[in-house]
């Protein structure tokens, strides 16, 4: 990062905080203006993990029994950032046992005696946008057998919160933070007594970012499905909030939230779970499904691609693959070596995965997590299909961004009787080594077999002479590659048929077997699973094939298909432990 945008970040900072202390000498709120409703879902195993003093955030655990949360040892300044958004809130009122409000109101007026005044780093329009719809929409569970004393300092501070945020939500990152800050201020608008004024405004900036941000397809820039999520969730929030107070949203508002819908269909699995793409996770159970029942908006998943992604479905099976260009500039600080990589769920179940984003278990895990060995596509050895180059400063953070991405992506489907399928390639290893990826995947209508083809490919003269030129480099030894199929960790996998083959059991009783053309080494290999709100990575496997590319075209056939015996339905009643 260039002393120039270091500067930029120090300025942003301070002058936060000038707003935020300016903004406490106004007058405050008295008031709610009607009773509000809460719309915050949170998890009853996190909130549990809080009561017992564990306190997992951004990718670090601090265990403390005896102190507040604004008393810890932080381990980082993210930590102590995502603490200042209140979104534990939710898990304390999913909680909601008399010990949970007692804690949530006593951390609230904390809060407000020692950060009330502009200090702490909880003064970020993202953050403060955050804060105030939690605080909103749990202030039953939070003043319920409070004093009159303790309601006038939390009206007090939204009220200071709301103004601070109309002055500075400008500043703040494009996407889902300045999402997150607009409807925030739209929120308190609405709800706080005299905060009024505030709400057109918003209105108004909020349109802006749909139209700019949300793209004709309903896909934003960082091609995160789950962000996608986040920003649906938002915009829906605000415009129930706005319908509810009599007012409409903007037509762009509305609009995009008519976009967006479709495009989530298009990047749900069969078992509801997300996509997990990009830094983005399955989201919280139900919690997309309930988004797009919410909204109203009916419309299917559209054909052909939705934000760069892939759906091919039949039977109770789904794939969603990566079949365009990695996101780029600031809009890559979480993006993914992910392209060709694909997502296999049959029913309930999912059973070939990505590792998924280890931003929660710190910096070495968000690192690995983002290369291409830990997604379930091709890798040469040692290079992945992106590189991380540059850095930008996104949220005030300095962030790893993608380089060296690939730039030509094509793709194609494929219609057959009985199939349906994919073939597309990228040239994400065409610099480095003349290489271009081509991948094929066939899934039957029934959902009962995937057929895949990865093929290395010299296609032009000058890539020939290039591939030439590495393989004199490596005496001729040829180029390494190996595939990987990343299993979840509830899937039971072992060799099968003298180690030609891969044993696959669900949890549903389903077995499903994974063949291949034996011109690669077939083996079955350790992986993580990581996913967001579990203590530490979860232990896996993947199926790996192995091999050299020697010649100007190495093709490999692999095929995963349900064994004779399993039926096409089955009764998967069998419910997951909340244990993390």
């Known amino acids: 990062m260039s002393q120039n945008e270091d500067i930029s970040a120090r300025w942003t900072r301070w002058m936060n905080r000038l707003y935020a202390w300016r903004s406490a000498f106004t007058r405050p709120a008295t008031g709610f203006v009607s009773q509000p409703e809460p719309r915050t879902i949170g998890s009853l195993a996190r909130g549990r993990q809080l009561m017992a003093g564990n306190y997992l955030f951004a990718g670090s655990l601090v265990e403390d029994t005896e102190n507040s949360i604004w008393q810890l040892q932080m381990p980082d300044r993210i930590f102590e950032e995502e603490l200042h958004g209140f979104t534990w809130l939710d898990d304390l009122a999913a909680v909601g046992d008399p010990d949970a409000r007692k804690k949530a109101q006593a951390w609230l007026i904390e809060w407000i005696e020692l950060y009330g005044r502009g200090r702490g780093p909880g003064w970020i329009p993202d953050l403060t946008g955050r804060r105030l719809i939690r605080w909103i929409n749990h202030a039953i569970f939070l003043l319920n057998g409070q004093s009159g004393d303790v309601s006038a300092d939390y009206f007090a501070s939204m009220a200071q919160q709301t103004i601070f945020l109309s002055k500075r939500w400008k500043t703040t990152s494009s996407g889902l933070p300045r999402f997150e800050a607009l409807t925030g201020l739209i929120y308190a608008g609405l709800a706080l007594t005299g905060m009024g004024s505030y709400v057109e405004p918003a209105m108004k900036a909020l349109a802006r970012e749909c139209r700019d ?341 190495t093709r490999i056939c692999w095929s995963l298909s349900k064994a004779k015996f399993t039926p096409d339905t089955v009764r998967d009643l069998k419910r997951e432990s909340t244990n993390t």
């Open 213 to 553: 941000q949300i793209d004709e397809d309903g896909g934003i820039p960082t091609r995160n499905p789950e962000d996608l999520l986040e920003v649906f969730t938002l915009l829906n929030w605000a415009a129930s909030a706005l319908s509810e107070s009599g007012k409409m949203a903007a037509r762009d508002h509305l609009l995009a939230i008519e976009r967006i819908a479709p495009t989530l269909r298009a990047l749900r699995h069969c078992d509801g779970g997300l996509a997990r793409f990009h830094g983005g996770g399955r989201g919280a159970e139900g919690r997309l499904d309930h988004a797009l029942a919410t909204s109203g908006i009916k419309s299917a998943a559209p054909e052909g691609l939705s934000m760069g992604f892939a759906r091919l479905h039949g039977g109770r099976s789904s794939l969603i693959i990566d079949v365009a260009s990695p996101p780029r500039g600031n809009a890559s600080f979480n993006g993914h070596a992910s392209t060709l990589a694909f997502e296999l769920t049959s029913g309930r179940r999912p059973l070939i995965v990505n590792c998924g984003s280890g931003d929660s278990f710190g910096l070495e895990w968000r690192k690995a997590g983002r290369a291409t060995p830990s997604h379930s596509t091709l890798s040469l050895d040692g290079l992945s299909s992106s590189r991380l180059g540059d850095q930008g400063l996104v949220g005030g953070h300095v962030r790893d961004l993608l380089s060296d991405t690939p730039v030509d992506v094509r793709v194609q489907y494929l219609l057959e009787d009985g199939s349906q399928g994919i073939v597309s390639g990228h040239d994400g290893y065409l610099a480095s080594h003349g290489l271009t990826h081509i991948r094929q995947v066939d899934l039957t209508t029934n959902g009962r077999g995937l057929s895949g083809e990865d093929t290395l490919a010299a296609i032009e003269g000058v890539d020939e002479k290039l591939f030439d030129k590495v393989l004199d480099k490596g005496d001729l030894q040829g180029i390494g590659f190996k595939i990987r199929f990343h299993l979840h960790p509830d899937v039971d996998a072992e060799l099968d048929m003298g180690g030609t083959a891969v044993s696959m059991a669900l949890k549903s009783g389903e077995v499903w077997v994974f063949r291949h053309d034996q011109k690669a080494k077939l083996t079955l290999e350790p992986s993580v699973y990581l996913e967001k709100g579990r203590l530490k990575p979860r232990v896996t496997k993947q199926v790996v094939l192995s091999g050299v590319a020697l010649g100007y075209a």
